[in-house]
Nanobody, 115 residues
Framework: QVQLVESGGGLVQPGGSLRLSCAAS????????LDWYRQAPGKQRELVAA???????HYAESVKGRFTISRDYAKNTVYLQMNSLKPEDTAVYYC?????????WGQGTQVTVSS
């Protein structure tokens, strides 16, 4: 059984920073996608950032230049460094992974940006 466990969410003031982590555990033979999504109240879930096995990254336009996705292959962990946070970044952030040719979602972690 594969699990994704997220951590690092919380309350931060505008302009602040947070670092999210998502660790995959279990019987892992291959990991393809490791992505971060978010869902704000009343809105659809959207892709925030993605990283491929080769290290190529993709970002939503709204977070380019502020967020950085990275991956620790040895720890099967993906990170999302979020800087210059804005109130509109407030959402539940979800980790998504394609592991052993199956899709998995984390439980979600709340990020609230407010003064």
């Amino acid at each position: 059984q594969v699990q994704l466990v997220e951590s690092g969410g919380g309350l931060v003031q505008p302009g602040g920073s947070l670092r999210l982590s998502c660790a995959a555990s279990g019987s892992i033979f291959s990991i393809y996608a490791l992505d971060w999504y978010r869902q704000a109240p009343g809105k659809q879930r959207e892709l925030v950032a993605a990283i491929t096995p080769s290290g190529s990254t993709h970002y939503a336009e709204s977070v380019k230049g502020r967020f950085t996705i990275s991956r620790d292959y040895a720890k099967n962990t993906v990170y999302l460094q979020m800087n210059s946070l804005k109130p509109e970044d407030t959402a539940v952030y979800y980790c998504y992974a394609e592991i052993n040719h199956q899709e998995y979602w984390g439980q979600g972690t709340q990020v609230t940006v407010s003064s």
